[in-house]
């Protein structure tokens, strides 16, 4: 068994590209809705994916969230939540500053805060892999395991090649609904592109001892 794992489960990294004065290019999901903004996913084989949309806004609010992140790679959590909070009433069309709302406010321990502003982020693009498989994270933390799993799967639904919502759905099916089919599936998934995993390499040796293979 490997429980001590689980609650290692690795979050999704945005991509934060800032363009001129107006205009903030962050981490979110294609759509097709012209009420949304415009946005686009590229996928680069051997780093993953960059998830972009476009949308104006003043260059106070660019530089609020700069700053934002600055506070939160600082340790800063408090000035960091409150500055995220302004930046996504001025913005609330973009879905990175709730992301990174819900991640931050999951580290400060706020799990209902988290699911709040993960769900909203949702609601405003929702194919945002990151924000489902963060959504995923606090919905296994609070034992809600089938919401989980469907959160697992709609980021993998949106790009297959997820290999962090893979990995966690493939601890979920293992150590929380017992379905090892599902476990070892997702598991040999994700070696796909995470080979160097030794750890993960390990649990799927176990897995197949136990399903007798």
Aim: glycine residues 6%; charged residues 25%.
């Amino acid at each position: 068994m490997h429980t001590s794992t689980a609650d290692r489960l690795l979050n999704a990294r945005r991509n934060v590209v800032l363009l001129a004065a107006s205009t903030l290019l962050m981490s979110a999901c294609a759509t097709t809705e012209t009420t949304r903004p415009p946005s686009r996913i590229e996928i680069q084989e051997e780093v993953g994916f960059t998830i972009t949309e476009k949308a104006r806004i003043g260059g106070d609010v660019r530089a609020d969230y700069e700053e934002a992140l600055r506070y939160l790679e600082q340790g800063r959590h408090d000035e960091g939540i409150a500055l995220l909070e302004a930046v996504a009433a001025a913005a609330p069309q973009l879905s990175a500053p709730r992301i990174d709302l819900g991640i931050a406010y999951h580290r400060a321990g706020s799990l209902d805060a988290a699911e709040s502003n993960l769900v909203l982020a949702i609601q405003s693009n929702p194919d945002q892999p990151v924000a489902h498989n963060e959504l995923g994270i606090v919905y296994r933390k609070t034992g809600r395991f089938a919401q989980a799993r469907e959160s697992y799967e709609a980021a993998l639904e949106i790009y297959p090649g997820f290999h962090f919502a893979r990995r966690n759905l493939a601890i979920l099916c293992d150590l929380y609904l017992a379905d090892l089919n599902c476990a070892l599936e997702n598991y040999e998934a994700y070696m796909t592109t995470v080979p160097s995993d030794d750890e993960a390499s390990m649990w799927i040796s176990d897995i197949r001892y136990r399903l007798g293979q």
